[in-house]
């Protein structure tokens, strides 16, 4: 999925289902409907807002209809600026705190962002 998305000219092909499996090349264009640029660097900070309306759905069917906000919800491009990003948290009294190994990793690198996925911040 992510090749046809990086390289949206291979879903013009006449047999790209059978060189991609057919849910990969629906859930490409559907992705790809919403990013009009396309992907590249100049993304949404907090990630594509179709992918993260996509996410939140979801976890609102995961949850049994437990409400989730795309806006809540930040895509990084990795675990390892998961901890500078989410140390701003730790201090909000209506959050969940992060586990102590991660306490830990966040208190080595400077904060890069403040987040307002909690209501107290």
């Known amino acids: 999925m992510l090749a046809l998305c990086e390289c949206p000219a291979l879903l013009e092909e006449p047999r790209v289902t059978e060189l991609f499996p ?10 790809l409907a919403g990013i009009p640029g396309g992907l590249g660097a100049y993304s949404e900070s907090a990630g594509v807002p179709s992918l993260r309306a996509s996410i939140a759905a979801a976890l609102v069917r995961r949850d049994g209809g437990v409400a989730a906000d795309p806006d809540d919800i930040l895509l990084i491009d990795g675990a390892l600026w998961a901890p500078p990003l989410s140390r701003p948290l730790l201090a909000a009294p209506r959050c969940r705190p992060l586990p102590p190994t991660v ?11 403040l987040l307002s996925l ?3 911040l």
């Open 22 to 31: 057919p849910d990969a090349v629906e859930r490409a264009r559907t992705y």
């Open 103 to 113: 306490r830990a990793a966040a208190s080595l690198t400077p904060p890069i962002a």
């Open 118 to 120: 909690c209501p107290t």
